[in-house]
């Protein structure tokens, strides 16, 4: 039996903002084993951003726990928190979130940079997993000369640098077209057929097909959570 | 220092790629450094040109005359009755403090040799221990002897620029010059000694005291000058109290007289510079300091604005792995380096202001260590100062709301 790399027990979170509490997840449960392929689905507001936030350690929940590959995410301070989203998680966003001035090589190097790994290292690795989403050729390019696929695959490459435990995608197609999203999304079939945990933040049903898990949310709870029985395209 | 170095090639980047703004943020730093860099060249170079020259007086030697030094009693001065020789054989006579007295006059006279021709040229009447308290060794031939002064001989001591102008190559000793149309013996050329507060030390000759007063009597009107070499350098003030009682006794002042001449020594000289320059550098502090910290408000403005255009960038780095101290560093160092840029640019700007004033005035400037690290120095603690609060605002974004910032 497989370790599970996430396990969520009852996460809550809960914002002031005006007089009245909202309940942004209301009592979340949810184990994740290393390997799989899981979309995340969700109406606005339904809370998935705000799982995918903890998910991510970009945030820590108001009552529950979180273990993310056996750390105790709720006891971790700032600095922790940061050192695990360098190590363990691999983040695509859906604006890419590229440096503007710097070169895509550049881009892929910053997480080690952040893991302090010596500058001929971190050219020698980021080359590599350039090459491997495709971009041999596009290494000096800065982001304003890249297409949004292209870009896409910088970001995935970036997410992939430090070998994390999950790359956590947020609407990594919502700002492509039709044709790039499936490029996009057959990249990440190929990611998970070697064996990468992958966690897709999204609302359009087309993409959550590709996942072998789907969970829905409705208002901060789990509605649905159940494998994908279609073969993917 | 791993971070250190990354950070300042992101900023190097940074502040390349706005090149005008990055320019015109320093530019106040710049104005500020300058300013310190350029008056305290200034000063520095004034300070050390005024002791030099001061130097080659002595500081053992005392000068005595109708006019006191760094005062500017000047009116009041001018009506004191002029000193004389016997004043000066009065002190000599009854001092033990003192190892030379020579009295002096100064006045102007023309050279002439063969066709060549040099008028007002400054002539100064002595007696030979003048060589002594004034420095004045001859660099050929001899000074004169007291027998001479005794005698009122023809006999003159050329400035070594006028040996130089009127024999070139010749050697002047032995050879008869005119002085006012009256002919002199050379016995001697004085070494190279310089300009002394802008008059040529190398422009003048030498008579005996007694002669001047024969030939030259125009001269008189000055009134004479003593100087006096001390033979202990470590008793000045007893020995200058000492010429003080000694000249109010020759010159019948009574007890409750002010004195009617002044005891001077080079050491006021460089009182009263020190108090001018000291002066000087507490205003020149206050007004590099007000433009640092105008520059320093700058420096703050744009960083704040640096750090809203870079809210989502500072998001992702956030979400990649990086800690606030690591986005505080990077934004402190950037505000470091664009200071020190604002910094050397004013150092460069200071010197060459001050090199371009002293290429047309006499006064030298000096680029020293010092004014390079406080312009550094303060350039830096400016960029530390003033970016640390753009920084911290920075490190402290919430990662969250800095990724979905737009």
């Known amino acids: 039996m497989e370790e599970n790399l996430i396990k969520i027990e009852n996460i809550r979170k809960t914002y002031t903002p005006g007089k009245e509490k909202i309940h942004a997840l209301d009592g979340i449960s949810l184990d994740i084993k290393k390997g799989e392929y899981i979309a995340i689905m969700g109406a606005s507001g339904s809370g998935k951003s705000t799982l995918m936030n903890i998910i991510g350690c970009l945030d ?14 709720e006891s971790l301070n700032d600095n922790e928190l940061a050192t695990i989203r360098n190590k363990e998680i691999g983040f ?142 | 220092m791993y971070y250190i170095w990354e950070s300042i090639k992101i900023s190097l980047t940074i502040i390349t790629e706005n090149k005008l703004r990055s320019f015109l943020t320093l530019l106040g730093i710049m104005i500020g450094v300058t300013t310190i860099i350029f008056v305290h060249s200034v000063l520095v170079g004034a300070e050390k040109f005024i002791v030099q020259e001061l130097s080659s007086l002595g500081s053992n030697t005392i000068y005595i005359s109708k006019y006191s030094w760094g005062n500017n009693d000047w009116k009041k001065e001018r009506k004191r009755k002029s000193l004389s020789i016997e004043n000066a054989d009065f002190i000599r006579n009854n001092s033990n403090l003192l190892e030379y007295v020579s009295p002096f006059i100064s006045s102007l006279c023309h050279v002439k040799y063969g066709s060549k021709q040099l008028t007002y040229i400054s002539l100064v009447g002595t007696t030979e221990s003048y060589e002594y308290t004034s420095d004045s060794s001859p660099s050929s031939g001899r000074f004169f002897s007291s027998a001479e002064v005794d005698r009122g001989s023809n006999i003159v001591i050329l400035g070594n620029q006028i040996a130089d102008v009127m024999f070139g190559n010749i050697d002047p000793v032995g050879q008869y010059i005119k002085l006012n149309g009256r002919n002199f013996y050379i016995i001697g050329v004085l070494e190279k000694k310089g300009e002394l507060f802008g008059s040529n030390m190398d ?69 009263f510079l020190n108090k001018i320059t000291g002066g000087l550098q507490i205003l020149l502090f206050v007004i590099g300091s007000l ?80 004014s390079m690290i406080i312009g550094v120095g303060f350039s830096t603690l400016v960029g530390i100062v003033f970016g640390f609060y753009p920084a911290n605002k920075a490190a402290k974004l919430n990662p969250i709301n800095a990724l979905r910032y737009e």
């Open chain 1, 92 to 233: 695509v966003f859906q604006t890419f979130n590229l440096l503007a001035r710097s070169t895509a090589l550049h881009n892929v190097e910053l997480p080690l940079i952040y893991s302090k790994v010596s500058s001929s290292q971190r050219k020698e690795r980021s080359i590599a997993a350039l090459k491997k989403v495709g971009l041999g050729d596009r290494m000096m390019h800065k982001p304003n000369e890249l297409s949004g696929g292209q870009k896409q695959r910088v970001a995935v490459a970036r997410a992939l640098i430090n070998d994390p435990s999950i790359i956590l995608a947020d609407e990594p197609t919502g700002n492509l077209d039709s044709k790039t999203s499936i490029d996009i999304m057959n990249l990440f079939n190929e990611l998970h057929e070697e064996g990468n945990t992958i966690i897709v933040v999204t609302h359009e049903p087309d993409i959550a097909e590709f996942a072998k898990r789907v969970i829905h949310l409705k208002d901060g709870k789990i509605e649905q959570d159940y494998l994908n029985g279609l073969v993917t395209k």
């Open chain 2, 203 to 271: 422009e003048q000759v030498i008579v005996p005291i007694t002669t001047l007063k024969k030939y030259f009597s125009y001269s008189l009107r000055g009134g004479v000058n003593i100087s006096a070499k001390a033979k202990y350098p470590t008793r000045m003030n007893e020995t200058m109290d000492n010429i003080t009682s000694l000249l109010r006794v020759n010159r019948g002042l009574k007890p409750d007289e002010e004195n009617d001449f002044s005891v001077n020594q080079i050491s006021q000289i460089l009182d």
């Open chain 2, 291 to 370: 433009s640092l910290l105008v520059g320093g408000i700058g420096i703050m403005n744009i960083m704040l604005v640096s750090v809203t255009q870079r809210t989502k960038e500072i998001g992702t780095r956030k979400a990649l792995g990086a800690t606030k101290n690591l986005i505080l560093i990077q934004f402190v160092i950037e505000s470091v380096i664009l200071c020190s840029f604002g910094g050397f640019a004013g150092i460069i700007a200071g010197f060459s202001v001050a090199a371009l004033i002293s290429s047309f005035t006499p006064l030298p400037y000096s680029i020293s260590l010092v």
């Open chain 1, 60 to 73: 820590v929940a108001t009552s529950g726990k979180y273990y993310l590959n056996k750390h105790n995410v």
